[in-house]
Every structure is written in structure tokens, then in C-alpha cells.
């Protein structure tokens, strides 16, 4: 073979062990804080990622994940006890705050032009918190679920900012897809 023919191949080979190595996958993700999660699932669409642990008591404790993230956006996962659908989320939402903490909450979504505002959830929560770092921003929580929970559907989302606070998400394929079913026992989703 010739050079450039050696060259070509080096660089191919090269590209593509970058390429994996970039492709992230919720597998064997190491958390900083320590937290471990025995089910995960690699979301279809926003770079996006939910790890859980769901005990016999029906708590769910979760970290959910949305890699390529800047300060000016917020992410959101969800559990739509209603249906495959916007409305009607308990909502887990974070975004940076302009001046300086990053900032996690819940938010019931009852409309399509929501503005993502405080509020209460239909389940009860503990620990919500969330992270920032490295162009990944994590939200974790414990929710307390009914016993007859056992498979759930589940929304995500990000979206910019507007003066600080969340604004309406993108109406993209990508984000007209980010909802499905996910089974907290055997994991299964779709």
C-alpha cells in the first residue's frame, strides 16, 4: 500500500475510536457524588440518560442526565400519571441561575404554555437536588410512588432560558419524541 492509502486507513481507525469513546451510554457512568444506580436506561433522543434504584417500599430514587448542556438552558424529567403526554407531568426541572447556584424543583404542568413554575407534585418527593458541570447537568430525587406503580411514562425535555427563567422548549422532532414508557422493575422501555 502506499502512503496515502496507510494514511487514510490510521485516520478512518482513529475517527472511529474517538467516535466511541465520545458516545456516552449510561453503563457503567460513575456519578461524583458517589451515588449508585442499579437500572439505567439510555434515553432515544437529547443526549439524554435516567439511572434508578426502585425498592419494595415503592421509592424511587433516581439521577437523570442531559450531557451537551450549556448555563443558558434548563432540562426536565417527568412522570405523567395521565398518559403519553405533556400535560398532566410531575415535573423535575433544573437550570443555572444567572446569579450563580444551579437550581432543581418540581413543577406540575397543567398546560402547553407553561412558564415550568414551582409547584406541588401529585406523589410526594425528598433530596431533590441537582449539578452543573462539564457541559452535563444531573437531577436527583427520591419520589414516593403508589404500590400499584410498577411501570411508568416518563417525559424529558430541555429548553432555554429567558431572563433567567425557563422558556418554552423547541418544538423539534427530537423534543416531540422525549416521552415513553419505562418499567421500573425490569427496565424495560419504549
Given at each position: ?16 475510536l474517538c467516535s466511541l469513546s465520545l ?87 397543567n398546560s402547553y404554555d407553561t412558564g ?75
Open positions: 500500500m502506499n502512503k496515502s492509502l496507510h494514511l487514510i486507513v490510521f485516520a478512518s481507525i482513529l475517527i472511529s458516545a456516552q451510554t449510561c453503563q457503567n457512568y460513575k456519578f461524583s457524588n458517589q451515588n449508585t444506580y442499579t437500572k439505567c436506561v439510555d434515553l432515544p433522543v437529547l443526549n439524554s440518560f435516567l439511572h434508578w434504584n426502585y425498592s419494595t417500599s415503592h421509592q424511587l430514587d433516581l439521577a437523570f442526565r442531559h450531557v451537551g448542556a450549556t448555563a443558558s438552558e434548563w432540562i426536565a424529567w417527568a412522570i405523567n400519571p395521565l398518559g403519553l403526554k405533556m400535560i398532566g407531568s410531575q415535573a423535575l426541572v433544573a437550570y443555572q441561575r444567572p446569579d450563580g447556584p444551579f437550581y432543581a424543583y418540581a413543577s406540575p404542568i415550568l413554575q414551582e409547584g406541588r407534585l401529585s406523589f410526594s418527593f425528598s433530596a431533590l437536588s441537582g449539578t452543573f458541570a462539564n457541559g452535563e447537568m444531573t437531577i436527583f430525587a427520591s419520589l414516593q410512588l403508589t404500590s400499584d406503580v410498577v411501570t411508568i411514562n416518563q417525559v424529558w425535555q430541555n429548553g432555554p432560558l429567558n431572563g433567567g427563567t425557563p422558556a418554552i422548549h423547541p418544538k423539534t422532532p427530537d423534543h416531540l419524541a422525549a416521552l415513553g414508557t419505562l418499567n421500573l422493575v425490569t427496565g424495560a422501555a419504549s
